[in-house]
């Protein structure tokens, strides 16, 4: 147990004071600067929020697809089935079976949304993005 | 030697001030300085508003060194591109602690969110489409050019291999960029014509007064490649900032650029090469955000700006998802 507020509450609070106090006052190029401080302490707000997977789902899937222990530590094991992903996407291991593609690229999909749902909420294509998935692959 | 005496040898003058000015702001990988320049006698004599570009503290891996870009930049004035003045390279660190190029300094607006606001510009995007076919005049092989490596059989293959190369440096693994890669490996087209690339032709990198083009800027990532690879770098998602439905650079429609370049350099634009282009556009955006993203994390060059960069990524994974058919 801690003190309150929490770190999330700190953190939106901290980043509302900056911009609508602190910032008013400066000038332009501090103001440029007072912005950029305000949106990295959003998106550590957002990330902080959600722990250390980008969406719910994101660690079972993967050990799903990989078939994965499920005991091991998620920090590590996360990190290592992202690893085995991308280099068998580099490989060309799913280029042949359409039943694990979809798999994959479904699990690619619901991370790029998750990611930008913390760095960049207002991302215009969010609001009209369809994470269906095609099947195909030359 | 100061930076005044070495102006006043160069510009053979009797003699020279210097007033130092602002940093100006934009440039994430090179810096630009604004100098107010008087000097008496010779052919340069008057008051001269400059920039003295100078190497960032961690460059990033493709960018080019500064005798390079003033090279291409002469030969680009050479060629009718309306770009500011090259003046002089300097090699000798002794005078400013780093090799820095002098270039007169233009007038207007680069940044991209001022200019996208300002609503659709079809004059300024049909001017754009003709400076870049006169960019692509340029062509191998080039004596001055010589430093710029030749292109091969398959340059799309070459990008996707390079791209590869500077992601297996990074920390952590991008699923999302190794499948685009793959995609692209796997839909590579044969070399066509090679022109010079500026390779980062783009709303952010030329100067706008009054809507009227004054400069196009940042010629650090030159080099010979497919002339669809500027174009669809121009039109690519991640470069029309606060107009997303104005699909060259923020500032008008495709066609208006479109005809404007095909008219000027008597091309015809391929549909197909455009799309892949546009995809390899996104990848190489998201290297190079990672890339700068590094330099932050590294300690070499801590940085609020770099390091948001790095939380650009995600955008660009995006466009590459939706571009390979992935996300609808």
Redesign the interface.
């Known amino acids: 147990m801690r003190s309150c507020p929490n770190a999330l509450e700190l953190l939106k609070i901290a980043e509302q004071t900056l911009i609508t106090e602190v910032a008013s006052d400066m000038s332009r ?1 501090q103001r ?2 007072a912005a ?2 305000a ?2 302490i959003g ?1 550590a707000r957002r990330e902080l929020a959600r722990g250390i997977c980008a969406w719910a789902d994101e660690l079972y899937t993967l050990r799903a697809l990989y078939h994965a222990d499920p005991t091991e530590e998620p920090e590590s094991s996360l ?1 290592e089935l ?2 085995r ?3 068998d ?2 490989a ?1 291991v ?2 042949e079976n359409a039943k694990k593609r979809t798999a ?2 479904g699990l ?2 619901q ?3 998750a ?2 749902k ?3 909420p207002r ?4 609001t009209t ?6 099947n195909t ?2 | 030697m100061a930076l005044g005496p070495f102006i006043r040898d160069a510009a053979a003058a009797d003699s020279v001030t210097v007033k130092d000015g602002n940093l100006l702001t934009g440039g994430a990988i090179q810096e630009n300085r604004a100098l107010t320049v008087t000097i008496d006698g010779g052919e340069f004599s008057g008051i001269h508003e400059m920039v003295l570009r100078s190497e960032a503290t961690s460059p990033i891996i493709e960018s080019r060194p500064l005798d390079q870009q003033f090279a291409v930049l002469k030969a680009a004035e050479a060629a009718g591109v309306t770009v500011p003045k090259p003046l002089w390279y300097c090699g000798d660190t002794a005078i400013t602690g780093k090799p820095f190029y002098l270039m007169q300094r233009i007038e207007g607006e680069a940044l991209g969110n001022r200019i996208t606001r300002a609503g659709e510009q079809p004059d300024l995007a049909a001017a754009l489409g003709r400076e870049l076919a006169r960019i692509h005049t340029i062509q191998p092989p080039r004596t001055d050019l010589s430093f710029l490596e030749l292109i091969s059989l398959s340059p799309s293959l070459d990008a996707v291999a390079k791209y590869r190369a500077y992601l297996d440096v990074l920390p952590e693994p991008h699923p999302v960029l190794e499948w685009t890669l793959r995609w692209l490996e796997n839909r590579a087209p044969n070399a066509g014509e090679a022109v010079l690339c500026h390779r980062d032709f783009r709303t952010g990198n030329y100067m706008v007064n009054n809507g009227v083009l004054t400069g196009v800027i940042d010629w650090e990532f030159t080099g010979w490649g497919d002339p669809h690879e500027d174009v669809a770098w121009f039109c690519a998602r991640c470069w029309r900032f606060s107009a997303p439905a104005l699909e060259a650079g923020g500032i008008s429609p495709r066609n208006v650029f479109y005809n404007a370049y095909e008219s000027a350099s008597g091309r015809t634009l391929d549909v197909d090469l455009m799309a892949y282009w546009e995809t390899m556009a996104h990848v190489r955006w998201a290297v190079i955000a990672l890339q700068q993203a590094m330099r932050h994390r590294s300690g070499e060059e801590p940085s609020i700006e770099l390091a948001l960069i790095g939380r650009r990524v995600a955008e660009l994974e995006y466009e590459c998802l939706r571009l390979t058919g992935v996300i609808k």
Not at chain 1, 123 to 126: G, I, N, S
Not at chain 1, 129 to 134: G, L, R, V
């Open positions: 190029r440029y600067t950029l401080v949106s990295a998106i990190r992202h690893r992903l991308a280099s996407l580099r060309g799913y280029d994959a690229l690619l999909c991370n790029v949304l990611r930008l913390e760095d960049n991302y215009d294509k969010l993005a369809d994470t269906s998935t095609e692959v030359s």
